[in-house]
């Protein structure tokens, strides 16, 4: 990819890795700080960008940044608004737009990985076969999964449902 292509790719995917970090980051700055790094990575790589699934791939490159900077934030102790912390629900989602709210309970109750399938699929609009890419499994896991937390999530947001309860691991 040279200079003025990947100027327009960067044009054209810059928003949608912002929001992606800024959701799985404590703060504005640090969306800033991964967003960068995810462009510099991708500037460094250009020649690796695929020309089908470019925002994929990129998507990816970011998921491992934001990886990397929870590493470092961690060392430092500083506590993050990331999908993947393993903090309290106040603590987690304390700085959240709206933290009382019942999704916000309902999604900090819920896994980790449950999280992040449904956030995948919800804020970051991915289709079920790019959820599977960027996690490294089948469509149909990737689907089976998505499914499961969805009924997670549900229970969460009505405990009082008679709904059976499958295994919280499956």
Do not use: C
Not at 96 to 118: F, K, T
Not at 121 to 130: P, Q, S
């Amino acid at each position: 990819m040279d200079e003025d292509h990947f100027s327009d790719f960067y044009s054209a995917q810059f928003a949608d890795v912002w929001r992606f970090a800024r959701r799985r980051t404590e703060t504005g700055h640090d969306a800033d700080d991964v967003t960068a790094e995810t462009f510099a990575v991708a500037w460094r790589r250009r020649a690796d960008i695929p020309a089908d699934g470019a925002r994929l791939w990129l998507f990816g490159v970011a998921r491992n940044v934001l990886a990397n900077h929870d590493r470092d934030s961690r060392r430092r102790g500083r506590l993050h608004l990331k999908i993947l912390t393993r903090g309290t629900p106040q603590e987690t989602y304390e700085t959240a737009d709206n933290p009382g709210s019942d999704l916000w309970r309902a999604l900090a109750a819920l896994s980790p990985d449950d999280r992040e399938l449904l956030l995948l699929r919800a804020w970051d609009r991915l289709a079920v076969t790019e959820i599977a890419t960027l996690l490294g499994i089948s469509a149909a896991t990737a689907s089976s999964r998505l499914h499961k937390a969805r009924r997670r999530l549900d229970r969460e947001l009505d405990p009082d449902t008679t709904r059976p309860r499958e295994d919280e691991h499956a």
